[in-house]
């Protein structure tokens, strides 16, 4: 019995293990992960800040949202992506003279990955090509949102961070929304010691 255990599992390991390996590369590398950027005034005590408005001058969203005068579904799910994520660092939301203002920009973009090591000729080195039916690049929708920290005193940028990550469709869902905000304000407040001064 034992050694017929040994002899589906191993098959079946190597069948799962290519099955990994052919959909890795298109399928949840691109889906998990979010691509977090960020850049920041080293001068700004970050600690300082306590509360915070929306940017009065808001640009449109990537709907159009705040320029027609109403609230897209994109900007709904990022204002309370945005207050969330601030609330539990600590910053409260306020109508009047706040420590800093927070705007943000969202866009979805068609864009395509190209498989590593393609050029016509096999990756080891040597001559063949590829078979037929095969295609180097994987196309896909990425999300891509940008969210600003303006110092409400000082109108001055203090941070910047940006996030990207594939998504289903033409707008940012929102659990993606959440995912991709959450990944983008994990670095704020920034881990730099003379920020923390």
């Not at 969203?61 to 660092?89: H, I, N, Q, T, W």
Request: hydrophobic share 35%; glycine share 10%; net charge positive.
């Amino acid at each position: 019995m034992n050694r017929i255990i040994q002899l589906l599992a191993r098959p079946m390991a190597l069948a799962v293990t290519g099955l990994v390996l052919l959909l890795g590369p298109t399928g949840c590398a691109l889906s998990s992960r979010v691509g977090v950027t960020n850049d920041f005034d080293h001068a700004v005590n970050f600690r300082a800040y306590k509360t915070w408005a929306w940017y009065p001058q808001q640009p449109r969203d990537a709907e159009g949202g705040p320029a027609k005068g109403y609230e897209s579904f994109l900007d709904k799910r990022m204002r309370a992506s945005v207050a969330a994520e601030l609330a539990a660092k600590g910053l409260t939301e306020v109508s009047a003279n706040p420590d800093i203002y927070v705007a943000y920009s969202a866009r979805v973009e068609d864009k395509q990955q190209v498989s590593p090591g393609y050029g016509g000729m096999s990756p080891y080195g040597y001559g063949g090509y590829y078979g037929r039916g095969y295609s180097p690049v994987t196309q896909y929708k990425a999300g891509t949102v940008v969210i600003d920290i303006v110092d409400a005193h000082r109108k001055e940028l203090a941070w910047r961070g940006t996030g990207q990550a594939q998504v289903n469709q033409n707008t940012i869902d929102e659990a993606e929304t959440h995912r991709i905000v959450n990944g983008i304000l994990s670095t704020y407040p920034p881990q730099d010691h003379n920020a923390q001064r």
